[in-house]
């Protein structure tokens, strides 16, 4: 274990729905380049908590900090407001369901807010989605909508539109999920060449073989708790929990039916 | 008396008057029922209370009223409290402020229809929620109601013939003149049939148009 202050620090994390209690005292911390996959059942809560870092899911309880920067601190509306809109530039997300924008096209889904939030001109802006379009694949497809592309391919283009704004950590949030199992594999390589270049990423995945390929550490989540955590080889080849022995069973079980 | 159009010739330049006029109140009222529709939408879902009520009230007044009598309340009421609006002008806007409030209910319920998604995604890039409903929200919410956008823009030409009350030489007041002089009402009331549907033709046209061009944005 490194001594390094981390680089996204989740202290205490606590979120209810009504009296629905989803996240019970989390603690995560990332450091700088690192890669994080969380893992877990449907409804354990992984989602809540990648969505709590960009405030999307405004946490009940606990701190979130990026670098020396509280995300959730208490402001007057308006500042607070202003606050977040800063801090999620810092943060790129990626969903199941892709959600780009179906009325712009591919060049301007990328360039959208680059040009609203960092005053980029047109030829700025046009550059920078070549450049990121070329870096996921995606730039023959540049004057296209998104209805006209398949689901890897428009996947591919989310990623290129987050990238963009330059993020200091990427989450994704079961990228792959919805895909068509053939369209995995282009997504995932994209994902892997983000690793390379050292992007910071939190991934809530299905895909154990990827996760262990890809992450640094790897967090066993369930019913709002971490259960186990730890390196991909000994979370996936040696795990001591039996709740997470009991889920990767499970889980093998019903990717080779 | 039998039917004899050769009486036409002569008015034609009347009634074609007219018929300019008749499609620039269309158009002027198309353009305010269009982006007062929008604004009356997002005042109605996302403003507080206090705006929300009195624009309520109003929207109430133009659904729950006629017409006519708006065209009357602006035009001869308005004078009474010191605001003199030209009849044209009397006529753009009540036309428009009418179909507005028709065009914010159908964007009321497509703006809800959006994805909820899309604002996550415009958020989470840093996009302020004003930026979210502006670029990704209402863009997405018009592509939507085009057709029945339309279907009013079509019920507004054939309501501007009302404004001939006000006194603008619209198609229909200008046929009313040439008939005034000809007593041949059969004769330009047909002409001025003919007149309004060939406007209804271009406006289907073009709403095909538009409706062509989102479909790839779908
Ligand atoms: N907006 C919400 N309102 C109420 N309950 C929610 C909401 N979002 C998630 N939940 C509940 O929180 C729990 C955790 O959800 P989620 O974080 O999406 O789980 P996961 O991503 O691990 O499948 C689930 O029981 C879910 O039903
Ligand atoms: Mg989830």
Redesign the pocket.
């Known amino acids: 274990m490194t001594d390094q202050k981390p680089f996204i620090d989740i202290r205490h994390a606590q979120k209810s ?1 009504g009296t ?1 209690e ?1 996240l019970k005292d989390i603690n995560l911390q990332v450091q700088k380049g690192q890669i994080v996959a969380i893992i ?1 059942p ?7 908590l990648l969505r709590a870092i960009n405030d999307l899911d405004p946490l009940t309880g606990g701190e979130v900090w990026l670098e020396d920067k509280r995300i959730n601190k208490t402001l007057p509306h308006s500042q607070y407001e202003k606050h977040i809109n800063l801090v999620r530039q810092e943060i790129g997300m990626v969903f199941q369901h892709f959600n780009l924008f179906p009325h712009l096209k591919v060049r301007e889904n990328v360039t959208l807010a680059p040009k609203m939030l960092k005053g980029l001109s047109g030829t700025e802006a046009n550059k920078l989605a070549e450049e990121q379009l070329e870096k996921v694949g995606m730039l023959e497809r540049i004057d296209y909508y998104p209805s006209q592309l398949s689901g890897g391919q428009k996947q591919r283009v989310a990623i290129a539109r987050a990238l963009a704004m330059n993020p200091k950590v990427m989450l994704f949030d079961e990228a792959t999920s919805a895909l068509d199992p053939e369209l995995v594999e282009e997504v995932n390589l994209v994902m892997k060449k983000l690793a390379q270049e050292h992007m910071t990423m939190i991934i ?1 995945t299905h895909e154990m073989s990827f996760a262990e390929a890809v992450c640094d550490k790897v967090l066993f989540m369930d019913q709002g708790v971490v259960v186990e955590e730890g390196p991909p080889e000994v979370i996936f080849r040696n795990p001591k929990n039996d709740r997470t022995k009991e889920f990767l069973r499970k889980h093998l079980a019903g990717q080779n039916a | 008396m039998g039917l004899d159009f050769s009486v036409i010739p002569e008015y034609l330049d009347i009634v074609l008057w007219g018929a300019a006029w008749t499609i620039a109140i269309t158009i002027g009222a198309a353009i305010v029922s269009f982006f007062g529709g929008i604004f009356l939408a997002v005042v109605a879902l996302y403003a507080s209370i206090f705006v929300r009520l009195p624009f309520r009230a109003f929207a109430f007044l133009f659904m729950g009223t006629p017409l006519l009598l708006q065209l009357f309340l602006i035009y001869f009421g308005l004078v009474q409290v010191g605001i003199d609006v030209p009849a044209f002008m009397a006529g753009v806007i009540g036309l428009g402020l009418h179909f507005a409030v028709y065009n914010s209910e159908l964007l009321q319920t497509s703006i809800l229809a959006v994805d909820k998604g899309q604002v996550e995604a415009a958020r989470t890039l840093g996009l302020s929620r004003m930026q979210a409903l502006r670029k990704v929200v209402i863009p997405q919410a018009i592509r939507d109601v085009v057709p029945p956008i339309g279907n009013n823009m079509i019920a507004l030409l054939k309501d501007s013939a009302l404004v001939s009350v006000i006194g603008v030489s619209e198609l229909t007041l200008s046929a009313q003149r040439a008939i005034g002089s000809t007593y041949r009402p059969f004769e330009f009331y047909v002409l001025v049939a003919v007149i309004y549907y060939i406007i209804n033709i271009f406006m289907e046209a073009a709403q095909r148009r538009v409706e062509r061009r989102i479909q790839a944005s779908k």
Do not use: P, Q
Request: positive net charge.
């Open positions: 729905f629905l989803v877990g449907s409804g354990s809560g992984k989602s809540t809530v």
